[in-house]
């Protein structure tokens, strides 16, 4: 069973550039969730989806962010501007059970460089 | 909101146990897990408690003390793989939340 896939894994842009990442979960887990994650911290939740709706998105930064996951498997993660501050990975993972836990599976993550 | 707190970093020789703890403030608690990552990897799952008491997993064990709001991972039989970094994590209200992260440093 393929894990869940991430691309880019490493993307470099300057200033106020846009950039996107996708994210493809594991077949059959209905739940997904972006993460931010930077140097020496825990990722840190961005937004998360229960098929194709946003159940919690009141960490992502509104202004510039937005993700969307069309037909409840893949996902897009968009950042337009780019700031020096949205260096950092984010990662991607899915989960299928509710009630164990919600054991998460992560994808190997998109390493962001903002110059 | 919610919060965790583990120690920075933890060091040990191979071959011994080492402890790391985690004590969580949340509203609402849907259990506590554990997480390993070493350097440039993704987080992968090692453990939960959703009740009171140890879950074994091998050479990985995790304890969980609701009333205490605190949990420990022990891992036996350290080995040189075993240095990366190690969260704990709550879904309170079901919002994960990830702590600051441990790194373990095993010396041969």
């Known amino acids: 069973e393929a894990g869940v896939v991430q691309s880019p894994r490493y993307k470099i842009i300057e200033k106020k550039q846009p950039v996107a990442f996708w994210c493809n979960p594991i077949?059959?887990?209905?739940?997904l969730y972006w993460y931010r994650q930077n140097l020496g911290q825990g990722p840190e939740l961005l937004i998360r989806y229960e098929n194709e709706e946003a159940v919690d998105d009141s960490q992502l930064p509104k202004d510039r962010f937005s993700a969307e996951r069309l037909k409840g498997v893949d996902s897009t993660l968009k950042i337009q501007p780019a700031e020096l501050g949205d260096s950092a990975v984010y990662l991607c993972?899915?989960?299928?059970?509710?009630?164990?836990?919600?054991?998460?599976?992560f994808g190997a993550g998109t390493r962001l460089s903002v110059l | 909101g919610q919060s965790l707190e583990q120690p920075s970093e933890v060091t040990a020789v191979e071959g011994a146990i080492v402890q790391i703890n985690c004590t969580y403030q949340t509203s609402g608690f849907y259990g506590l897990s554990w997480y390993q990552q070493h350097d440039g990897g993704a987080p992968t799952f090692l453990s939960y408690?959703?009740?009171?008491g140890l879950e074994e997993t091998g050479r990985f064990s995790s304890f969980l003390s609701r009333s205490d709001s605190y949990g420990y991972l022990l891992l036996q039989e350290l080995q040189m793989k075993d240095s990366a970094s190690y969260f704990c994590?709550?879904?309170?209200?079901?919002?994960?939340?990830f702590g600051r992260g441990t790194s373990l440093i095993v010396h041969p």
């Open positions: 077949s059959g887990h209905n739940t």
């Open positions: 408690n959703a009740l009171d």
């Open positions: 994590a709550v879904g309170g209200s079901y919002i994960p939340t």
């Open positions: 993972a899915s989960s299928s059970t509710r009630g164990r836990g919600n054991i998460q599976y």
